[in-house]
Structure formats: structure tokens, C-alpha cells
């Protein structure tokens, strides 16, 4: 898993479609403007994490989003390979969890 708040998270995408990182960094620049660029991700806000395999998805799913159903999601970058999709969660009025994923991992997060 990769978590990521800051601008400067970014830099560990370099692997990424520049779609992807386009997408974490738009949802970075939103909880920046709203909530400030020095909080860290436990403080109000929330971030985006980027989930790489399914062992992931699966603590993820039964630890951090237990109970939570998602509020949005969309593919945001697809070409004959691969799929990624962002999906928020909301935790509280003033948290949240953008969970970026592919392929596989789609069907299960959305179960």
C-alpha cells in the first residue's frame, strides 16, 4: 500500500500512468485547499491510498473500511491492460479516504 497526502508523495508514482498521478495529485491539491498542506493523514482531511495487491485490498477492507460503504467511484485511467478506478470513502463529515486500485481488486473493494 502506498499512502499518500503530500505533494511530495507523488514522487513514489513514478510507476504510474500519469492519469493516476494526475488524479492523487488533484485529490491531494483538494484536501490541501481545505484543510491546509501541513496536516498530517491522521489530521482532518483525510488521503489516498493506493492499493497494489489484493493481500492489501483485503486488510484494508476488513480493518480501515469496515462498516463503510463507498460514496463515489470512477475508472480514472484505462487502456487494454489495465483498469484504475478511485473510490471515496467518507469517514466522518472531515475524513476521507480516496483507495485507488485496478483490475481485479475492483470487484472485490466494490463487494
Known amino acids: 500500500m ?4 503530500k505533494k511530495e508523495d507523488l514522487n513514489l508514482l513514478s510507476e504510474y500512468p500519469k ?4 488524479n ?29 495487491d489484493i493481500e492489501e485490498l483485503e486488510y484494508f477492507k476488513s480493518n ?11 475508472v480514472i485511467y484505462e487502456n487494454e491492460v489495465n483498469t484504475y478506478n478511485s473510490t471515496l ?9 480516496t483507495v485507488i486500485y485496478k483490475n481485479e481488486e475492483i470487484k472485490y473493494l466494490l463487494k
Open 2 to 5: 502506498i499512502n499518500l497526502w
Open 89 to 97: 470513502y467518507l469517514l466522518y463529515s472531515d475524513y476521507s479516504i
Open 24 to 52: 492523487v495529485g488533484n485529490v491531494i491539491n483538494v484536501l490541501n485547499e481545505s484543510y491546509g498542506d501541513n496536516r498530517k493523514s491522521t489530521y482532518y482531511g483525510g488521503y489516498v491510498f493506493v492499493i497494489e
Open 64 to 74: 480501515i473500511l469496515k462498516g463503510l460503504v463507498a460514496e463515489f467511484s470512477d
Open 19 to 22: 492519469e493516476v498521478v494526475e
